[in-house]
């Protein structure tokens, strides 16, 4: 049970920082004037990808 905790915490702390990395990447590349824009495209880029880890269809 240990084991799997484990692993659960360390894949987390590994995948949260990848997706903020690509969301903040595809935030620079569509950035515009106003950061109102950055920080919406990097919220939404962000929750897209870190939702892909919730969804049990995409672990197969």
Sequence with gaps: MNLTITIVV???MLY????????L????CTRKKDT?????????VFWDFF???LNP????
């Design 25 to 28: 990447i595809v935030a620079l």
């Design 36 to 44: 109102a824009s950055f920080q919406r495209t990097f919220r939404s």
């Design 51 to 53: 939702s892909e880890l």
């Design 16 to 23: 949260i920082p990848v997706s903020a990395l690509i969301a």
């Design 57 to 60: 269809f995409s672990w197969f």
């Design 10 to 12: 360390l894949v987390l």
